[in-house]
């Protein structure tokens, strides 16, 4: 069973920063993982996904606003997100593809103000 546990959303003006954290617990090996967020009426999109191996795919919305890393040896990969806009406001969910499974994580809320 794997544990995937956010951190680091808020509240921020637009324009601003945050830094979200996902540490996954429960296995030693863990492949692609990604971030997903979902906003208010909206259905789950894909933010951005690393593989192990460090590879990078983001939605064309956040290309050149976040970036997305993983710590290997901490089962834990991290989202920056620059330059927010208010649209970016949502539930970020975290994801985690595990020998053929999928986990997530409950979310972290980013709430980005005008």
């Known amino acids: 069973q794997v544990q995937l546990v956010e951190s680091g959303g808020g509240l921020v003006q637009a324009g601003g920063s945050l830094r979200l954290s996902c540490a996954a617990s429960?296995?030693?090996?863990?492949?692609?993982m990604g971030w997903y967020r979902q906003a208010p009426g909206k259905q789950r999109e894909l933010v951005a996904t690393?593989?192990?191996?460090?590879?990078?795919n983001y939605a064309d919305d956040v290309k050149g606003r976040f970036t997305i890393s993983r710590d290997n040896a901490k089962n834990t990969v991290y989202l920056q997100l620059n330059s927010l806009k208010p649209e970016d406001t949502a539930v970020y969910y975290c994801?985690?593809?595990?020998?053929?499974?999928?986990?997530w994580g409950k979310g972290t809320l980013v709430t980005v103000s005008s």
């Open positions: 994801n985690a593809g595990v020998l053929g499974a999928n986990y």
């Open positions: 429960g296995s030693i090996f863990i492949g692609t």
């Open positions: 690393i593989t192990r191996s460090g590879s990078t």
